[in-house]
């Protein structure tokens, strides 16, 4: 199967989410460990299948999916993962990565071509192991290497191979650092909070208010038909149903501690974590026809990125993850719409000190203050934990479904998405109520 390359000449057409499906996300050397990224986006994508029927007739037009750290294995992993489904092999499928913007740019990606019609229906997704990471050779021991095999004698080979030391066979071991300033992002996000002036109590708060939305939506079985038991969970192992605002407040500051009244610990901030999540996105028309019904469309989206590092000896503008305070206001503008049309809001909780930074910048640059009531409401990423490219995936499918699922509310009602990404980027997007 495959995708055609005439753009249609028709209005471009409407893109509903159709439904989603995620492994339970684990903790960082959990039980997870042992699995490869493609074995986690294989068992998100089976359920997805399995839920939906996409084999036969319900085939679809193409998958979309990445990973942000990957094994050289991974160089074709949502091509390899449709080989290892019961999707049809003849459905193309290709890589995407912005770093945790991932699952939502790939969310973007599948959209763009089934508004044009290039494509009737695709799925969209990610997949992030922290646990199995991959490790470098060391920089060194790697020159040392490709000058023995461009060595023309076998005595210069040797001559080479002989440079080799103790220190070189020490691993690279993957960095959450960003290559402009060597500050890991919770470094980055700790100025941030700074500059806002986020207190401890405020960022205690979220994290608290994450943890118990979670768990009500795993309670009241609004989670049942988007994730499916994978490796003995059922649930997200970061989820901490008992979390109050009395026993975050006893954990010491991890971020930022070089300042005197350091606020960011490991309460509220997102664990590293294993997972990986699908969607279902499809043109009305294929929904229709195949029996399904739309939970939501996806109507705006905006990419954004800032200056972050000192550049000629001048600082960089704005925090690492503040790109979400742009890329909202000039998507909301251009669709005409401002914070007082939305029901929801899904705001990635890369740290709770960012989503505060976040709000506040958009109240700086003239919105309206968000309804906390109608923020992260199923809970997000301080409680599910936050493998990097499945977030976006994970919130555009709950999203979809709170819509869907909210009585009081009629049909076009919107809710609002925000991720944040490292390099000083965020990805932005609006669904309607089906």
């Known amino acids: 199967m495959s995708s055609s390359g005439l753009m249609s000449s028709q209005p471009p057409r409407r893109v509903a989410v ?15 460990a042992t699995c490869s990224n493609q074995e986690m986006l294989s068992a998100a994508l089976d359920g997805l299948i399995e839920r939906f029927g996409l084999t036969g007739e319900r085939r679809v037009g193409e998958f979309v999916a990445g990973a942000v750290l990957k094994h050289s294995r991974d160089f074709n992993l949502a091509r390899e993962t449709v080989l290892g489904s019961r999707l049809d092999p003849r459905t193309p499928a290709y890589d995407i990565q912005q770093a945790c913007g991932t699952g939502l740019q790939a969310v973007i990606a599948v959209a763009n071509k089934i508004a044009l019609g290039a494509v009737d229906a695709g799925i969209a997704g990610g997949a992030d192991t922290t646990s199995d ?34 220190r070189h066979l020490v691993p690279e071991i993957p960095r959450n650092s960003e290559p402009r300033t060597g500050l890991s992002m919770g470094e980055h996000a700790a100025r941030t909070a700074r500059e806002w002036g986020i207190t401890r109590h405020e960022q205690d708060v979220l994290a608290a208010a994450s943890h118990r939305n979670l768990a009500t939506a795993y309670d009241s079985g609004f989670l049942h038909d988007l994730v499916v038991p994978f490796r003995g969970l059922a649930r997200d192992q970061n989820l901490r149903p008992g979390t109050s605002v009395y026993k975050l407040a006893e954990l010491a500051p991890v971020f930022g501690t070089s300042e005197p009244d350091a606020t960011m610990t490991a309460g509220n901030s997102t664990p590293l974590t294993d997972g990986a999540a699908t969607v279902l996105l499809a043109s009305e028309e294929w929904a229709e026809r195949h029996g399904l019904t739309p939970l939501a469309y996806l109507s705006a989206y905006e990419t954004g990125a800032v200056s972050f590092y000192e550049e000629d000896g ?16 000039r998507m909301l503008e251009r669709a005409g719409l401002g914070i007082e049309d ?93």
């Not at 159709?18 to 997870?32: K, V």
């Not at 490709?146 to 080799?164: F, M, N, P, S, Y």
């Open 18 to 32: 159709i439904g989603g499906s995620r492994i339970p996300f684990a903790r960082s050397d959990g039980p997870y």
């Open 133 to 166: 990471a991959p490790l470098g050779v060391n920089d060194e021991l790697r020159r040392i290497l490709l000058a023995a095999r461009r060595a023309k004698t076998l005595l210069d080979r040797a001559k080479e191979i002989a440079r080799v030391r103790p």
């Open 314 to 329: 001048m600082p960089g503008e704005d925090g690492l993850l503040m790109a979400p305070a742009y890329a909202v206001p």
């Open 342 to 434: 939305f029901e929801l809001f899904e705001i990635h909780e890369a740290f709770a000190s960012q989503v505060l930074a976040t709000l506040a910048a958009w109240e700086k640059r003239g919105l309206a203050p968000v309804d906390r009531e109608r923020l992260n409401v199923a809970g997000s990423s301080l409680a599910t934990g936050h493998p990097f490219a499945a977030t976006g995936a994970r919130i555009v499918a709950t999203l979809a479904k709170l819509l869907a699922e909210r009585e009081d509310a009629d049909a076009g009602a919107r809710g609002l998405i925000s991720v944040c990404a490292a390099g000083g980027q965020g990805v932005t997007a609006v669904l309607e109520k089906a």
